[in-house]
């Protein structure tokens, strides 16, 4: 059965450095988004994309994020400088219709020291 | 703005015993209402949508627009079924994903 694929797995950086984490979504699915959850909180919708644009951002989606759809099949959120508190679990998910049933990827657990 | 809550985090029961997961949303138009689960190092998981009203793995929940709930039960609670539990509500028309803060439910033999 596909499954939406994610790395690294557990990422480690430092404050002000930059981090792309990947994914590999469902390969006939045509929307995908990122979610994060920070310890102990709740899992937080960020972006979702759909036809090569961004459909629609949270708050928490400021300008040091961005997403890209590079070669059709990645599907990558790159931090342009981390804070410590981007340190959070990033979940990739993909589906085959806007509304429909999401599939999530296994998390990338981001630290930020 | 559309807000789901999950009032507990913890539920913990005995092998055989009832349950119910409750699950309460604001949203002001027709939302579509979702359980995913998360079981010990997994991922996160379609359970079950109201819009199917099917029962999976013997869970059902039923969409109360009066109550605005959408409460998760079962009959008789099989160890198996602990687990993370996590409500969700999704507008249809921007498709994101609004979740609950989730509960772990631990079932006990």
Redesign the interface.
């Known amino acids: 059965e596909p499954?939406?694929t994610q790395t690294p797995s557990h990422q480690v950086t430092q404050m002000g450095q930059e981090v792309i984490l990947r994914c590999v979504p469902i390969s006939n699915h045509l929307?995908f988004?990122w979610?994060r959850q920070i310890l102990g909180?709740?899992?937080?919708?960020l972006v979702?994309f759909y036809n090569n644009e961004i459909?629609?951002k949270?708050e928490i989606f400021d300008d040091q994020f961005s997403v890209e759809r590079p070669d059709g099949s990645n599907f990558t959120l790159k931090i342009r400088s981390t804070k410590l508190e981007d340190s959070a679990m990033y979940?990739c998910?993909s589906?085959v219709?806007?509304?429909?049933?999401?599939?999530?990827?296994?998390?990338t657990r981001l630290t930020v020291l | 703005a559309q807000r789901v809550t999950q009032p507990e985090k913890l539920l913990s029961v005995f092998k055989g015993a009832p349950v119910e997961l409750k699950c309460n949303y604001s949203y002001s138009g027709s939302p579509e209402l979702f359980w995913y689960v998360q079981y010990s190092r997994q991922r996160l998981q379609l359970l079950l949508r109201h819009i199917s009203r099917e029962s999976i793995k013997g869970f059902t929940a039923d969409l109360n627009k009066g109550e605005t709930s959408f409460h998760l039960k079962k009959p008789f609670a099989q160890e198996e079924d602990s687990a993370m539990y996590y409500c969700a509500l999704s507008s249809g028309a921007n498709s994101k994903l609004t979740f609950g803060k989730g509960i772990t439910l631990s079932v006990r033999p």
């Open positions: 499954e939406v929307y988004y979610y909180q709740k899992v937080e919708f979702s459909s629609e949270s979940f998910a589906s219709r806007g509304g429909g049933e999401q599939f999530f990827g296994p998390g």
